[in-house]
């Protein structure tokens, strides 16, 4: 049994164990969460909680309504396998990318999504944020295409039992955000994550890893392949969180700010252009 010490923002540590995790999740999840794990396991099928959920049940937030797995089960096959139970929908919108979306009614009364993907890893051309998908066939290999090691964690939907080959639960122990492998690579392949990894710091008040924080400063630039509609929704979830003076100050360190908020550069600069100027407040701390 593996037992987890997650560091949480009052920095104080909360221990779980594998046999608890899922217990954290809400009862109408818990009911979804064990059909479909039975559902899979008897089709020959394996299936994980995967990505931000496992992440902030680790951490002892409060978690989505909306649940997210990982399967060996390709699309096709997903689609037969959802097919066997009631649903209020099924829907494949992103069947390409291996994922298959099941809209169930819980025991509460409530609407939860669930998105199922096939493992897969990714290709980039440098040219588009959205990859070239190969499935995979092992839950590690999936694990190696996500961003940061705190969201390459996958918890077995019928068990609990943790799959961390990057270390993500230290790393949430010592709140550090960190890319996965290479971290030019991971920016390089989606220019999006330079903003997830500032947003991420506003809503778990983490820290970059030096590494990670280098490489944002390098890839800073290829965020203009980005659209301003991603880019908004990014910095709205940055701007709502509960840390948001961090992570406005990781867009300034990284050089992200320019092209992210660039009315915003003005309050930094302000003593340049009016030098010997007093002011009781520094612009851009205030």
Not at 104 to 130: K, Q
Not at 163 to 184: E, S
Not at 231 to 245: F, M, N, P, R
Request: with cysteine; glycine share 8%; charged share 25%.
């Amino acid at each position: 049994m593996i037992h987890r010490m997650p560091r949480v923002n009052d920095g104080t540590a909360r221990p779980t164990t594998d046999s608890t995790l899922l217990a954290d999740l809400h009862p109408g999840q818990r009911g979804i969460v064990a059909q479909l794990s039975t559902l899979f396991r008897e089709g020959g099928e394996s299936l994980y909680l995967v990505g931000g959920i496992v992440r902030d049940l680790l951490l002892g937030r409060p978690v989505p309504n909306d649940l997210d797995f990982t399967t060996s089960a390709q699309p096709e096959r997903t689609k037969e396998l959802l097919n066997e139970i009631p649903l209020a929908g099924l829907y494949d919108v992103g069947e390409r990318f291996g994922t298959i979306g099941a809209v169930f009614d819980n025991e509460e009364g409530e609407r939860v999504i669930v998105e199922v993907t096939t493992f897969r890893s990714d290709a980039y051309n440098g040219e588009t944020r959205h990859p070239e998908v190969v499935y995979g066939a092992t839950i590690e290999e999936d694990l190696t295409r996500r961003d940061f090691t705190v969201n390459a964690i996958a918890a077995d939907a019928a068990t609990g039992e943790l799959i961390d080959p990057f270390h993500g639960q230290a790393d949430l122990h010592m709140g550090v955000l960190r890319a996965v492998g290479n971290p030019d690579a991971r920016f390089q392949e989606d220019p999006l994550r330079l903003l997830r990894a500032a947003r991420f710091v506003a809503q778990l008040g983490f820290r970059i890893d030096p590494a990670t924080e280098a490489a944002m400063v390098r890839q800073a630039p290829s965020l203009g392949r980005i659209s301003r509609e991603r880019i908004l929704a990014e910095l709205t979830k940055l701007l709502c969180g509960k840390y948001v003076d961090h992570g406005l100050q990781a867009l300034h360190d990284t050089g992200l700010l320019p092209v992210a908020m660039p009315e915003l550069i003005p309050l930094d600069e302000s003593a340049k252009f009016t030098p010997g100027a007093h002011r009781e407040k520094d612009l851009w701390e205030h």
